[in-house]
């Protein structure tokens, strides 16, 4: 329960980081920002959408996908990994463990977009300064890949929606605190769109045949940060300190 909330706070805090230092002058700088936050989004050379930005995390991608649903929609799990989510224990959790994240789970800090025309990257600031690579150059996936947190990921643009396309993960990885399951016959499909300067919007449709008994799709929404950077975390420094307190799933209290 300490880690998780711990978590929550440290999650408070990044977003608080929005909060510009400097007085009067900064604050109006914040409102002027505010006051622009419905403006367009801003376009790169090639005239693409730029999602360039950092940007805050949707906790739904960290305590429960559920929650990322439709309303009124449930996660399609199988028999056996509705059992295996019951019967996981927190401290189980890779991620607790310092090991990557995976897809489409989010740390509860920041995470940063770099745009390239050939190349987007996916920088997040929290477990172990993980990164995610979409290769825009017309590419297709390896024949022969060897499973992988992040898998192998590629992506074009469909007019202002970056459509990004990835298979070949490992089972090693939970989708969040809640425990939820996948196996290596994983495929996820994510399309985001920046609507305007202050939002990214994004779909996630995860088609495990292995788990789940069809397709799901998360919805997902990241405001963007300013006046802040992504900081430098450390998740081994504390693994050795918190991990002998997590017993059992402490996230759901």
């Known amino acids: 329960m300490k880690t998780f909330l711990a978590a929550v ?8 980081q929005v909060q510009p230092e400097g007085g009067g002058q900064a604050m109006a700088s914040l409102t002027g920002f505010q006051a622009k936050s419905n403006a367009p989004a801003p376009r790169t050379a090639d005239g693409k959408t730029d999602l360039s930005g950092l940007w805050s995390p949707d906790r739904h991608f960290t305590i429960d996908i559920s929650g990322a649903l439709k309303p009124g929609e449930e996660l399609p799990l199988q028999p056996w990994a509705a059992k295996v989510t019951k019967e996981r224990l927190s401290r189980e959790d890779p991620n607790v463990q310092c090991l990557p994240m995976g897809v489409p789970r989010m740390s509860p800090y920041p995470w940063k977009i770099v745009q390239t025309p050939t190349l987007i990257v996916f920088l997040y600031e929290g477990n172990t300064h993980s990164y995610r690579q979409i290769f825009m150059d017309g590419r297709g996936h390896p024949k022969d890949m060897d499973p992988t947190w992040f898998g192998d990921t590629i992506g074009k643009w469909e ?21 939820h399951p996948h196996t290596e016959q994983m495929h996820v499909t994510e399309r985001y769109r920046r609507p305007d300067l202050a939002h990214l919007d994004f779909e996630i449709t995860i088609d495990d045949p292995g788990a789940y008994t069809k397709p799901f799709t998360l919805y997902g929404h990241s405001p963007l940060l300013v006046n802040t950077e992504i900081m430098e975390y450390i998740c081994n420094e504390n693994n050795a300190r918190d991990l002998p307190h997590i017993v059992g799933k402490d996230s759901r209290k």
């Open 9 to 16: 706070v440290v999650c408070v805090s990044a977003m608080a």
């Open 159 to 179: 007019r202002d929606t970056l459509v990004v396309d990835t298979v070949g993960f490992n089972d090693k990885f939970w989708f969040d605190d809640a425990a």
